[in-house]
């Protein structure tokens, strides 16, 4: 599956890069380049991210490229090959979800070990973690990973540890895949895709257009110089307002100039109002610099990539 010429996967190196609906020609780049120190591995997840389904490949300089994919309890499978042109023509394949993209390899079952017995939560405990899941779920900008230790560590008080790694997982994954299903019938454009598309018209002009970005205010305002690069202005939204709208409200954006002027801050706001506009937003805003720009009404349904 391809979308605007990139797969629909998201790709994590060993270096810690992550790499999101690239070409199959740069997915070919990531391949060959493997092996050397730091850098021996790929890991790839299909968007949306699916709960145990990947593939991966690991090499080192000198000798084979190890491939292995795995598609829930049933299948985890590895071969090894000598050629990264084939390794990334069956990774392509597999991004692309081509019937018989694995054949003409000779793959070979992984095991997986004894699986682990993970414990039922305590159904006060249970609800409410599973409440603050499903509210950074609706959000949308969360992964699996970072759900899971959302997840495990929102109960703790001191050294009493209510949800253990496995359990988090567990009730994450559970979610995530009532989540996957409900988005399956969202038809056509959605309200944080237009959000996207106008953040990325304001970066082209030269705009830092940053979504979910920081904490709150307080650290987006700090921290969004280092973000700057040779841009005029700036425009984000921070973590709780993203909760806001998650929650069916407006959402705030912050924004200004980089001199620091309210002439070139209005100037951006502006900016902002006007690029909202051209991708169908509706914004609440009476052109004083120093009032955060509203974008109302609002259908919040952020489709997960994780």
């Given amino acids: ?42 890991v790839l997840q299909r968007i949306p991210d699916i709960p145990d389904v990947f593939a991966q490949v690991w090499h080192e300089e000198g000798g084979d490229y190890r491939l292995e994919h795995r598609i829930g309890d049933d299948v985890f499978s590895g071969t090894n090959l000598a050629d990264p042109a084939r390794v990334a023509a069956l990774l392509t394949g597999w991004a692309r979800q081509e019937p018989g993209w ?5 793959w070979e079952p992984v095991g997986l070990g004894p699986e682990q017995q993970v414990p039922e939560l305590p159904d006060d405990v249970r609800e409410q973690v599973e409440e603050r899941v499903r509210l950074r779920l609706r959000c949308g900008y969360d992964s699996r990973r970072t759900l899971t230790e959302i997840a495990e560590e929102y109960l703790v008080d001191g050294d009493v540890r209510p949800v253990s790694r496995a359990q988090a997982a567990r009730l994450v994954d559970r979610l995530w895949l009532i989540r996957l299903t409900e988005q399956e019938s969202w038809q056509g454009v959605t309200d944080p895709e237009r959000l996207t ?83 169908g937003l509706s914004t609440q805003w009476d052109g004083d610099p120093g009032r955060a720009i509203t974008v109302t009404p609002l259908d919040w349904r952020r489709r997960l990539v994780g």
Avoid: P, W
Avoid at 5 to 15: F, Q, S, V
């Fill in 197 to 279: 598309r106008a953040f990325g018209t304001l970066e082209a002009s030269g705009i830092t257009a940053r979504e979910n970005f920081a904490c709150c205010r307080g650290c987006g305002m700090a921290e969004i110089g280092a973000e700057r690069a040779d841009a005029r202005g700036f425009v984000f939204f921070h973590d709780q307002s993203t909760e806001h709208a998650a929650d069916g409200h407006g959402l705030a954006l912050y924004y200004g100039g980089f001199d620091g002027s309210e002439g070139t801050t209005a100037a951006v706001g502006h900016e902002v109002v006007a690029a909202l506009g051209a991708a």
């Fill in 1 to 42: 599956m391809e979308i605007d010429g990139g797969l629909a996967i998201k790709a994590e190196t060993e270096n810690g890069h992550t790499h999101t609906r690239i070409t199959a020609a740069r997915l070919r780049e990531l391949v060959e380049r493997i092996g050397g120190a730091g850098d021996r591995f790929l």
């Fill in 102 to 106: 694995d054949a003409g390899a000779a």
